[in-house]
């Protein structure tokens, strides 16, 4: 028995939609929520969640915040959100984030070079603006992190991680993708290799060394199968490596996917209790 991609990718989208949209609306009914805030690259993931918000809430109920840094975010990425936000007639505003990174350089202590570091600042810093837009009109932060990124942990602690809930947490890249197709999504932005653009010429498969097409293939084997490694190389055909690094990132984000460590005190069973 051979896995493919096609087994990753082969599920009911409608009921995708269905249950993202139930998700969604359940929230904004617990929330009383007055508008959903959300950053809009022009890259797969948030093109995806802007179609669906836009058909699920009321145009002035969606505000889209493109937040590019002119250093690392290439032109035509800005136009593919802009272009998108507009046919989908939901508010948007573009916010140049270039002299916000820069006021971060306290000379000779810290200097603002193209390097993660920076690249994670960027994240935070259109972190910060969402919320910011968010509290300021009484609104909720959508998250665009997809399941892929998520189990490996391929996104900023506290920047794009960061969010109020997380409507595409339940797919991966390729299936997100797909469900871009399915909404209509232009051609040019689906076909986009997945870029996170956090530093001049940042590609995902320049970081990691693998195209998501493999990622989520061993990722779908691992955690939804529940094969093990050497079952998952003999069904997929996928080198070794690429499942042990996809282990390994995965053991070494675990802290970014729960809250910090609390010490628990003798007397106390649980210090945070959800009520």
Avoid at 50 to 69: C, G, Q, S, T
Avoid at 172 to 198: D, M
Wanted: with cysteine; net charge neutral.
């Amino acid at each position: 028995m051979k896995i493919t991609i096609k087994d990753v990718i082969s599920i009911s989208y409608d009921t995708v939609i269905e249950h993202i949209s139930s998700f969604v609306k359940s929230i904004i009914e617990k929330t009383s929520t007055r508008i959903v805030v959300m950053g809009l690259s022009g890259g797969i993931d948030s093109s995806v969640l802007l179609a669906i918000l836009a058909h699920l809430l009321p145009e002035k109920n969606v505000v889209a915040l493109i937040m590019p840094d002119s250093r690392s975010t290439p032109e035509e990425d800005v136009d593919d959100a802009i272009n998108l936000a507009e046919s989908l007639g939901v508010k948007y505003h573009v916010f140049y984030i270039d002299k916000i990174v820069d006021s971060y350089t306290i000379a000779p202590f810290v200097e603002i070079r193209e390097d993660m570091a920076t690249g994670n600042l960027r994240a935070r810093v259109r972190m910060n603006l969402l919320y910011y837009y968010a509290n300021k009109y009484g609104g909720l932060v959508a998250g665009t992190s997809d399941r892929s990124e998520i189990l490996i942990g391929y996104f900023t602690k506290y920047g794009d991680g960061a969010a109020d809930f997380l409507p595409l947490g339940c797919l991966y890249k390729t299936q997100v993708r797909e469900l871009g197709k399915r909404l209509g999504v232009p051609g040019r932005i689906t076909s986009k290799p997945s870029a996170p653009r956090l530093w001049r010429g940042h590609t995902a498969r320049g970081e990691i060394g693998y195209d998501y097409e493999e990622i989520d293939l061993a990722l779908y084997t691992l955690f939804d199968l529940k094969l093990n490694i050497e079952e998952a190389v003999e069904y997929t055909g996928l080198p070794r490596e690429l499942f042990e690094k996809v282990l390994l990132m995965h053991r070494a984000s675990r802290h970014k996917r729960k809250t910090p460590p609390i010490p628990i005190l003798p007397w106390l069973q649980n210090p945070i209790l959800e009520i």
